[in-house]
């Protein structure tokens, strides 16, 4: 069992960046695979980035990258999403979830789960225009 908790979520203006940190409690973390996901207002939950358990592989989708960076500690047991050049449409609840599974490709983390077994609770990042 992995629990979850996000952090670093805010209000901020377009072209600003954040920093989301994403704190799991189990070692077991260490080998799993990390993502982070967003969920809009009215909108489905949608992949944003995700790490392989040896930060060896990343995936981005295409709306953020060049912009946002997936990053993961084993040791501190975290895992980081930076954010730069924040868009008003990057607005969301962003989720960071994590699984004993790794799947190669985007199509991996798409619905109903996500390629996901552990989610947190989720952070909210308002990016004003």
């Known amino acids: 069992q992995v629990q979850l908790v996000e952090s670093g979520g805010g209000l901020v203006q377009a072209g600003g960046s954040l920093r989301l940190s994403c704190a799991a409690s189990?070692?077991?973390?260490?080998?799993?695979?990390m993502g982070w996901f967003r969920q809009a207002t009215g909108k489905d939950r949608e992949f944003v980035a995700v790490?392989?358990?040896?930060?060896?592989?990343?995936y981005y989708a295409d709306s953020v990258k060049g912009r946002f960076t997936i990053s993961r500690d084993n040791a501190k047991l975290t895992g980081d999403l930076q954010m730069n050049s924040l868009k008003p449409e990057d607005t969301a609840v962003y989720y960071c979830?994590?699984?004993?599974?790794?799947?190669?490709?985007?199509?991996?983390?798409?619905?109903?789960?996500?390629?996901?077994?552990?989610w947190g609770p989720g952070t909210l990042v308002n990016v004003s225009s």
């Open positions: 979830a994590c699984s004993r599974n790794y799947c190669v490709g985007l199509g991996c983390y798409a619905p109903p789960d996500y390629g996901m077994e552990y």
């Open positions: 189990g070692r077991t973390f260490s080998s799993y695979t």
């Open positions: 790490i392989r358990w040896d930060g060896g592989t990343l």
